[in-house]
Every structure is written in structure tokens, then in C-alpha cells.
């Protein structure tokens, strides 16, 4: 299965929800938004692994991509100011939910609709 495929299976939340709880402890998700604050390191044994914050909308939430996934996925999806998507598994207590990133890729940001084009 590719990733863009995994990615259309998960069920797609928002930030907020997995903030919320509303999003329990070791579940898969789909989530669209921008990285920040990434911290790229290099572990000797096991290679290169990236931690930050992904944000959509107003929120933000911890992320961690360990070697494995980052060797999928390479350093040009972190390295990126455009809109991604990425697949994950929500973990940590509840007060301090992150995502383990299990893969990412570009995404086309959605145009803001002209409204010289809207029919009312």
C-alpha cells in the first residue's frame, strides 16, 4: 500500500479533536496541516529522526518521526513550509497527546475561492 493510500483510509481529525481527547491513546489517524519548530537529529545506530510541532488551523501538537519512518519519508517533507499530510498514531497521557509519524508527503494547499465567482 503507498503512503498517499494510507493516508485515505485514516480516518482525517483535526488537531483539536486529539487535544480534546475526543481522540483515544493509540489510534491511527489522518491529520492535514504545516510543521514548525522541527529538531532534525542523528542517532549513530540508528540513523536520523525528526521531532516539532504540527499545526492546523489554531493548534498545535507535539510530533515525533523516529528513524524508521524518517528513512521512508526523507529530510525534504520536514524541511518543507507547505501544507503536508501525515499519518499517525496518537500517543501519550491525555493531557500531553502527540503523534507518532508514521509518514508525511506534500499536499496541494486548497485555493481560496474567488467570490467574483460565487453564485448567491
Known sequence: MTDDAAIEMLALVRVRAVLDG???NGTHVAVHGTL???TVKTNQQTGQWAMGRL???DDSIDFWMFPRAFARTGR???DTDGPIAVTACVSGP????ALIINSMA???PHPEPDVDTIDV
Open 55 to 57: 499545526v492546523d488551523s
Open 36 to 38: 514548525e519548530e522541527v
Open 94 to 97: 491525555p493531557e500531553r497527546p
Open 22 to 24: 475526543e481522540v483515544p
Open 106 to 108: 506534500h499536499i496541494e
Open 76 to 78: 525534504s517533507c520536514v
